[in-house]
């Protein structure tokens, strides 16, 4: 028997299931089966339907299971007109699965169920305390025992002892998420072959031009065609990552990046190279996508912030890495060294789960439920847990225009002219951003995510604020040093002004976007919602690092200035249009969002 009411001919999957197995009829009975009829009518699905691997199933399964593992809202069919507010779809849709509890103590009478949709709030459902092959006639008897006492002592008491025990277990069973953080791992090797990449340009620059003999051009354009590549790779992430799965998209994305390293490392000219460039570039954007997207999508709300922000941590630190170690090594060996994170993350992918989110928006209930499983532990309870995409290019645009590619590619050469050692500048500035992302990392849950991207005295936080000064501080050295006024104390300024720039970049412009953008897009539209963003901002990467050398030749203070009034516009940006989404559930988000 597959399913529990498909025992008795022509029932369909909408009788009760203790009247399909034991012919047992109680007031609660009929109520199943109008609880099956209603979630037709949300769902746009038969009772009995065939899912996308051929099997036969229940709709009363993929409902409870959506329910039970926080997806609420995924039970009503995509495209169905707005029936109200979200808060409002999601108490009718638990009034509903209540009804088509397959346990009978648990479910409410047709009076009860109709007066839980006449109240604000409705209760989650408790979780099924047997497996549905559990339910027995002893279960059956109880329940009549309990309905017979309550009749003689006119309380609910026999009704709602097993339902305090339902209570009791949801308390009890608490997974431990170790499988959270090992796939969080896995995945953001993705985001430190991102660093790896963008990393690679500023300590090879000299190398490269001298043992290829590149022009400034050339090797301008070395540097930029990376962004290139990571345009056409945020355009295609978020189609890639719907249609072969998150997982699918980061084996794809390695695959580019392991072909881009080794065209590169036996490039004997530019022409090689510039196509290395690219297709490194072409995985560094479906990874600035799909990563932070896999990791948002599998986290729990209480760790959802933290992890995420994992991504940009791992970025800062490969990029530093590759400043440090790229002082010492070849530019041919550093490029073998960026073929590291790749393997490791194509090992990794054979053992952790797709992301339960996509597999639930797939109809691939039955990998739903196992991948969910996984990820938040065996014996785990785990039932609690247009405007998007302004937000989300809005936040694209001030991260990247405000000069941060600029300054990462081209660190050296900052210091280079401002008279200060260019190794004990890029060294200083490696350290100094792994160290502050790791602040904004663990802070990110607590503070909140718009505290991070401001100036919050409350938090002592500086990120909007400090990128400002930053710009300032180096505009002021090269101003000096164009005008040859207080020369003396250009390299002391310029210095101070690239490190409060970088620290006040890690700590939130850095990280915060790609969490925000993660977080405020519905499931149904986040493919194509996070493609457009990704590209914006690798559109604007592009654009900061190739005018960036121009830029400094029109103007070297006038740089800065620029980059400082982009930042002054990101901040009121930030404080009029990106809500706060510290502490909540995506499906909160939207209906905060949508109000």
């Keep these: 028997m597959t399913h529990m009411s498909t025992g008795v001919a022509g029932t369909k999957g909408y009788v009760a299931p203790e009247y399909a197995l034991y012919g047992q009829l109680t007031d609660r009975s009929d109520v199943f089966s109008f609880g099956v009829v209603l979630l037709e009518l949300f769902s746009g699905k ?25 997806e609420t809202l995924d039970v009503i069919e995509d495209g169905m007109p707005e029936l109200g507010p979200t808060e409002v779809l999601e108490k009718y849709v638990l009034v509903v699965v209540q009804c088509c509890h397959p346990q009978l103590y648990a479910r409410p009478t047709m009076d009860q169920g109709v007066k839980m949709l006449e109240t604000e709030e409705v209760e989650q459902p408790i979780s099924c305390i047997a497996g549905r092959t ?38 009890a069973n608490k997974g431990h998420p170790w499988m959270v953080y090992f796939s969080t791992f896995i995945a953001v090797c993705g985001s430190y072959e991102f660093g790896a990449c963008a990393g690679y340009s ?19 354009l070395f540097g930029s065609i990376l962004t ?3 345009m056409v790779g945020a355009i295609t992430s978020g189609p890639l990552a719907d249609f072969i799965g998150r997982k ?21 000219g530019p022409v090689p190279l510039d196509i290395g460039r690219l297709a490194t570039g072409y995985g560094m954007g479906v990874f600035s996508y799909v990563v932070p997207v896999f990791v948002a999508e599998i986290a729990p709300k209480e760790l959802r912030g933290a992890l995420t922000t994992l991504n940009q941590f791992m970025i800062v630190t490969a990029v530093s890495v ?92 900052i210091f280079e002219q401002a008279g200060f050692s260019p190794t004990i500048g890029t060294i200083t500035y490696a350290c100094l951003q792994i160290v502050i992302t790791g602040l904004g990392a663990a802070f990110i849950d607590k503070a909140g995510r718009k505290p991070l991207l401001l100036a919050s ?35 002391a300024l310029a210095v101070t002004g690239i490190l409060v720039y970088i620290g006040s970049f890690s700590i939130g412009m850095g990280a915060i976007p790609w969490v925000v953008m993660s977080e405020i897009f519905p499931v149904n539209v986040k493919g194509l919602a996070g493609s457009v963003a990704t590209l914006t901002n690798w559109f604007g990467a592009w654009l900061c690092s190739y005018t960036f050398n121009f830029l400094m030749s029109w103007s070297s203070y006038g740089t800065f200035i620029l980059y400082a009034a982009i930042n002054a516009l990101a901040i009121l940006f930030i404080i009029v249009a990106v809500p706060e989404t510290k502490g909540k559930s995506l499906e909160q988000l939207q209906a905060d969002i949508n109000s």
Excluded at 46 to 70: F, I
Excluded at 256 to 261: L, N, T, Y
């Design 46 to 70: 038969k009772a009995l339907h065939v899912e996308n691997d051929g099997q036969p199933s229940a709709l009363t399964d993929l409902a409870w299971s959506l329910v039970r593992y926080g």
């Design 134 to 171: 559990d339910i027995d006639e002893k279960s059956v008897a109880k329940l009549n025992m309990a309905i017979k006492e309550d009749v003689e002592d006119r309380t609910q008491k026999g009704i709602r002892e097993p339902l305090v025990v339902g209570e009791q277990n949801h308390h």
């Design 202 to 220: 500023s300590p090879t620059q000299d190398a490269i031009r001298k043992d290829l003999s590149l022009s400034l051009a050339e090797y301008s």
């Design 228 to 230: 290139f590549g990571a």
């Design 248 to 268: 699918g998209a980061m084996r794809v994305s390695s695959a580019f990046c392991v072909a881009g390293w080794l065209v590169i490392y036996f490039s004997e």
């Design 322 to 413: 590759s400043f440090i170690i790229g002082n010492v090594l070849s530019w041919r060996a550093l490029a073998i060294i960026g073929l590291v994170p790749t393997a490791v993350l194509l090992l990794g992918l054979f053992f952790i789960p797709e992301s339960p989110r996509w597999l639930a928006k797939r109809g691939h209930k039955k990998d739903f439920v196992a991948a969910l499983q996984i990820l938040r532990g065996k014996d785990a309870d785990i039932s609690e847990e247009a405007e998007e995409i302004q937000i989300g290019i809005g936040l694209m645009v001030c991260q990247q225009f405000g000069g941060i590619n600029g300054i990462c590619f081209y660190a050296s050469s």
């Design 457 to 491: 005295p409350k938090h002592k936080t500086l990120s909007g604020s400090g990128l400002v000064a930053g710009c300032i501080f180096a505009a002021v050295a090269f101003y000096l040093k164009v005008h040859e006024v207080g020369v003396e104390a250009v390299p």
